[in-house]
């Protein structure tokens, strides 16, 4: 994992470890992974393809291109493949507030 | 996108107009167009009410428009989308953002102003979105259907290019990670007819990655041409002039 995601895999496990992600789903079957960041920040993810609101994910990712994903959409990967999710159901109109980025961390 | 892209191609090439081009049956379905409500669609290309007599922009019951103001009322619309799951209307097979340079150039406040972050957010959501209403219309149609999504992005025009925007050729790259076919329009510079716009376009696909140049003609009626380059022709269009270039983007979903 750190041969091919770098210093991330291991802040990713971190979060992995803590429970930090949540899957969250609404009536009408759409799915987004919530990550509790270190900072108490809660980063929406997409579960179709590789998109994160952090800082780490526009520059090194998006602008820079030298990392593959982020701390955040690893540790989603990791704890969607070892079954450590939680599991969280919202309304419909929730979901559509954490898509489109209005929601902040919970408390 | 690109099989439909090639069937307006063929369906508006030069010279007669085959009538019988028929698009393939899984693409009927509902079309969602989100636009700049300070330039709403006044009415339909001339090109296909000349090959439709009597039609009309209200005729096309399966299309609906919505205006948007801002970067954040087009992506809770697009958001918004799976509410329509639970509802007996047929969600839409094709969603459509024109203009998408407008409002992230509105976007733009604070400290931030090069963050490619809204960029790829509206990408990824509108992927998201269709791989979700795709998996709604395939349970609809016993494993038939698709959602797809086209962006059209106007990169430059003269005159007009903010210092501190973001290159275009940046944005267009955060765009290619979502959106898997490229459809590239350059206005071809000294045309030496009056009335007459001539474009080079390219259809370019990601997987696999393959390559269509065509010309389009734009005559002063507002009809549209096109005609696809032979492999001679090709080789001869590497390095075209560029004036103006405009960019539309189609991702499956």
């Given at each position: 994992l750190r041969f091919v995601f770098g210093s991330c895999a291991l802040q990713a496990l971190d979060l992995v470890d803590q429970r930090s992600v949540t899957c969250v789903s609404s009536p009408s079957g759409r799915k987004a992974f919530q990550v509790l960041g270190g900072s108490?920040?809660?980063y929406t993810l997409f579960?179709?393809?590789?998109?994160?609101?952090?800082?780490a994910f526009s520059f090194s990712v998006l602008r820079r291109n030298e990392s593959l994903m982020c701390k955040h959409l690893l540790a989603a990967c990791l704890s969607q493949t070892m079954g450590l999710c939680q599991q969280e159901q919202v309304s419909d109109q929730q979901m559509t507030h954490i898509l489109s980025g209005q929601t902040e961390a919970s408390t | 996108m690109a099989d439909i892209l090639g069937v307006v191609f063929r369906r508006?090439?030069?010279g007669t107009i085959t009538s019988n081009v028929i698009f393939p049956s899984h693409l009927e379905g509902n079309?969602?167009?989100l636009g700049d409500v300070n330039t709403p669609f006044q009415s339909l290309p001339v090109s296909l009410r000349a090959s439709i007599p009597g039609l009309k922009l209200e005729s096309l019951k399966n299309a609906k428009f919505v205006y948007v103001k801002t970067l954040e009322e087009l992506v809770e619309d697009v958001a918004s989308l799976h509410e329509l799951a639970s509802e007996a209307a047929s969600p839409p097979s094709l969603i459509i953002v024109d203009g998408l340079d407008l409002y992230l150039h509105g976007s733009r406040v604070g400290p931030l102003q090069d963050d490619l972050s809204p960029v790829a957010h509206v990408a990824a959501l509108l992927h998201d979105t269709a791989a979700f209403l795709t998996q709604i219309l395939q349970n609809r149609a016993d494993g038939q259907g698709l959602c797809r999504v086209m962006v059209s992005f106007q990169s430059e025009s003269e005159g007009s290019r903010d210092s501190e925007a973001l290159a275009p050729e940046l944005l267009l790259s955060v765009l290619d990670r979502y959106l898997q076919v490229r459809c590239t329009l350059e206005e071809v510079k000294g045309n030496g007819e009056a009335g007459l716009n001539k474009w080079q376009v390219y259809l370019s696909a990601m997987c696999p990655s393959r390559v269509e140049q065509w010309h389009m003609l734009l005559q002063a009626g507002g009809a549209l041409e096109f005609s696809p380059v032979i492999e001679g022709e090709r080789q001869i269009l590497e390095?075209?002039?560029?004036?103006?270039?405009?960019?539309k983007r189609y991702g499956d979903g």
């Open positions: 108490g920040r809660l579960t179709s393809c590789h998109y994160c609101p952090c800082p | 508006f090439a030069s079309t969602l167009v390095q075209p002039d560029k004036c103006k270039k405009e960019n």
